[in-house]
């Protein structure tokens, strides 16, 4: 059943890169447009929308940050992400112009349920973007736009999360399309290097054994820290929230820029950090702001574990150690970049002699407030 690999984690994070092109798969038309009939959400509600609000939890919710970057930018919809325990029991300002986005894996989160049913009582549209087919989110939802993972079987999400960011950014680049976006070209180009993504996500687990050497070698530190600016700081916080369910090391993601509003108090000899750092390629800022933060954190003592594109040979004489990942546009690096944390997480409590699959105190489903 796990298809000759030593955990259901490590099978499904080779399966990333068909999680991916499953996703697409039949979602555009001969053209290069994306057709998405399956939206049960008329195009005049649609282009109605004057703001969107994600409701998750978990990595779920880091997935609903992801998105937040590539929607705003491309459809300049204003994007909240909130966790759904917290949207719930506040008093949150949705009304009919506001789409809901429920992203859960399984459909059964209660806490995600809660928070769709709060949304339409509210009058807001409801679309959940859900892996498993026939379960409660999508029943009581306005639409549904399935990830096409296949079953996940380990409790750590890795290939639902992919598929979760994929769905969002289809959905981001039918909203603009319909909605008349002014770049059309800039768009179908960021589409077409989607479809890219799958051979870019099998060149990352085509180094699996580089990351691993590094994991048994860290199976005894008593913390790690994680950085990321932009779209890199949900990977961040994404790749903390991995090594604490799996390893049970404490673990922090921070957006880079918070370094010096705190944590960076807690940088000492020998701390080890990873460091997501934006494609050098995009918006240059953003690039040497994070190479500035690897410096900051490496004057202080930190181990520095960077995750860089190939290529970018500014990060090396700051890097301990340097994880390369491909080339691929800034809003679409979280599919590449999240996979060596995975990877690192997986190996590490493998070394530590824990069951990856099934650690302990969770569930796979949370089915209870
Ligand atoms: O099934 P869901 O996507 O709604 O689950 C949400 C979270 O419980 C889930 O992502 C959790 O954080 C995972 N264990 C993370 O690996």
Not at 142 to 154: I, K, N, Q, R, S
Not at 221 to 236: D, K
Not at 321 to 341: S, W
Request: hydrophobic letters at 45%; a negative charge; aromatic letters at 6%.
């Amino acid at each position: 059943v796990k298809g000759g690999y030593p955990s259901f984690m490590a099978k499904e994070i080779h399966e990333q890169p068909h999680a991916v092109a499953d996703t697409l798969l039949g979602r555009t038309d001969p053209s290069g447009a994306l057709v998405l009939d399956e939206l049960r959400i008329s195009e005049a509600v649609l282009r109605a929308v004057d703001k969107i609000v994600v409701v998750a939890c978990g990595t779920a919710a880091y997935a609903g940050h992801v998105a937040k970057y590539a929607i705003e930018h491309w459809c300049r919809i204003p994007v909240e992400v909130e966790l759904a325990h917290e949207f719930r029991y506040r008093d949150p300002i949705v009304d009919s112009r506001t789409l809901v986005v429920a992203i859960s894996q399984s459909g059964e989160t209660m806490d995600t349920i809660m928070a769709v049913r709060h949304a339409r009582e509210q009058g807001a549209t409801v679309l959940a973007i859900v892996n498993t087919h026939g379960s409660t989110i999508p029943r009581e939802s306005d639409a549904v736009l399935y990830t096409h993972a296949g079953p996940e079987v380990a409790v750590a999400s890795t290939k639902a999360f992919i598929a979760q960011i994929t769905a969002c950014y289809v959905l981001g680049l039918y909203l603009a399309q319909i909605r008349g976006n002014k770049f059309p070209d800039e768009l179908k180009e960021i589409l077409a290097q989607l479809h890219e993504l799958p051979d870019g996500i099998q060149r990352v687990l085509d180094a699996w054994d580089e990351v691993r050497d590094v994991a048994v070698a860290m199976k005894d530190e008593p913390t790690v820290l994680f950085l990321g600016r932009h779209v890199g700081y949900p990977v961040a916080l994404e790749g903390a929230l991995k090594l604490k369910e799996l390893a049970y090391i404490h673990a922090e993601g921070f957006a880079a820029g918070e370094l010096k509003h705190g944590p960076i108090a807690l940088v000492e000899e020998g701390q080890p950090v990873f460091v997501v750092v934006p494609s050098p390629r995009g918006r240059d800022v953003l690039h040497s702001k994070v190479v500035s933060n690897i410096q900051e954190v490496r004057a202080r003592g930190a181990r520095t574990l960077v995750i860089a594109e190939d290529g970018d040979e500014a990060v090396v004489p700051y890097a301990d150690v340097v994880f390369r990942v491909p080339q691929v546009p800034t809003l679409l690096a979280p599919l590449v970049t999240v996979v060596p944390l995975q990877i690192f997480a997986c190996e590490l409590a493998g070394a530590k002699g824990l069951d990856v699959d099934q650690p302990r105190n969770l569930a796979k489903s949370v089915t209870v407030e």
